[in-house]
């Protein structure tokens, strides 16, 4: 089993930036093995990927998310990063930090960004 707990969700103004974290406990020896990924959900609104990081490193990121968004990982610290720059209004949701391989899928609980115009 492994937990994530995500943080550094907020209110900011648009234009602001935010870094949400995602450490994992538990099982984290099996985090090096698994993709990591950010998802996000607005109000009224199916869950979507904002940006992927797989266990080798390689990195996608959805349309809005390129030349805002960077996310990164420390398996050393067994923590997941996204940094948002340039935030807009409609980057208001719940993140949520995402561990998968072919086997397991966890989540965290999420945490709640908010963007005022």
């Known amino acids: 089993q492994v937990q994530l707990l995500e943080s550094g969700g907020g209110l900011v103004q648009a234009g602001g930036s935010l870094r949400l974290s995602c450490v994992a406990s538990g099982s984290i020896f099996m985090l090096n093995t698994m993709d990591m990924g950010w998802y996000r959900q607005a109000p009224g609104k199916q869950r979507e990927l904002v940006a992927g990081?797989?266990?080798?490193?390689?990195?996608n990121y959805v349309d809005f998310a390129k030349g805002r968004f960077t996310i990164s990982r420390d398996n050393a610290k067994n923590t997941v990063y996204l940094q948002m720059n340039s935030l807009k209004p409609e980057d208001t949701a719940v993140y949520y930090c995402?561990?998968?391989?072919?086997?397991?899928?966890?989540w965290g609980q999420g945490t709640q960004v908010t963007v005022s115009s």
């Open positions: 995402n561990a998968r391989d072919l086997v397991y899928d966890y």
């Open positions: 990081i797989a266990s080798g490193g390689e990195i």
